[in-house]
């Protein structure tokens, strides 16, 4: 790891886009501001692998388990939401399990 | 490539409905993955009956992998994530998942998957407001319901 030692208002480059600035340091908690192009996104590590964490746990669920925990939870329905997916979606039906696109549903 | 061989029909052996057949249309393509599925770029959304509003967003290269989602607007008539995203032409939806140890079910409305319909392509966002949880909990009914 690179070890640099900065006073408050000195800034750090990484590569030609990133600039990280520091603004303050007060009682163990050090402000910075960080500069980069929306193609890098920048987040505080521990929502980062919170995220990972959570996408990993939700990857495992079983259809079975959402099926019957889904009874017990509250879910407003919303007419008014638009789905704009339909077409791209399959359309599972257990009983003849041969999926169909959502499209040929509604034309059907 | 033979462009031929790429549009074509792709059978998947999914592990939540059993053996599946994917059009090249309704494949999206995820250029960086999920976070912690970095490694995986093909992705097909299913609506299964018996478990809508859910939709499941479930990996064509390993379709033992698959995310249940729900639109953020389920949860949250407001959820707003911000004007950056032109709703005209993105969908969003958020990961659900169940929490074990305290038998919830959450929502991560701070993450979630947008979907480019017209291009097919998608990803995961991390919206920088702190106004929306990674793991929000999705109310339990109550006796009237």
Request: proline share 4%; no cysteine; hydrophobic share 10%.
């Given at each position: 790891m690179l070890v640099l030692s900065r006073k408050i208002g000195e800034v750090i480059t990484i590569g030609s886009t990133v600039k990280i600035t520091i603004l303050d340091y007060r009682r163990g908690v050090v402000r910075i501001g960080i500069e980069a192009p929306k193609s890098i996104p920048v987040h505080r590590k521990e929502v980062y692998d919170k995220i990972i964490e959570l996408n990993r746990q939700a990857a495992k669920i079983e259809i079975e388990k959402l099926r019957k925990e889904m009874k017990n939870i509250s879910v407003k329905?919303?007419?008014?939401?638009?789905?704009?997916l339909t077409s791209q979606t399959v359309v599972f039906n257990k009983d003849n399990s041969q999926n169909t696109t959502a499209k040929e549903e509604q034309n059907g | 490539m033979d462009l031929n061989q790429v549009k074509e029909k792709k059978i998947i052996k999914t592990l939540q409905f059993g053996v599946l057949e994917i059009e090249p249309q309704h494949i999206f393509y995820f250029?960086?993955?999920i976070l912690g599925f970095e490694d995986l770029h093909e992705f097909v959304l299913i609506a299964d009956e018996e478990t809508l509003p859910f939709k499941w967003l479930i990996s064509?290269?390993?379709?033992?992998i698959g995310f249940p989602l729900l639109s953020p607007w389920h949860l949250d008539l407001m959820y707003d994530p911000g004007d950056e995203f032109d709703l005209e032409k993105l969908v969003l939806m958020v990961i659900v998942t169940l929490?074990?140890?305290?038998k919830q079910m959450t929502a991560n409305m701070k993450a979630p998957i947008v979907f480019d319909v017209e291009n097919q392509r998608g990803w995961q966002t991390i919206l920088p407001?702190?106004?929306?949880?990674t793991n929000f909990v999705i109310p339990k009914k109550t006796k009237q319901e």
């Open positions: 329905e919303n007419k008014n939401l638009k789905d704009n | 250029e960086n993955g064509v290269e390993n379709p033992e929490e074990d140890e305290n407001s702190d106004k929306y949880s």
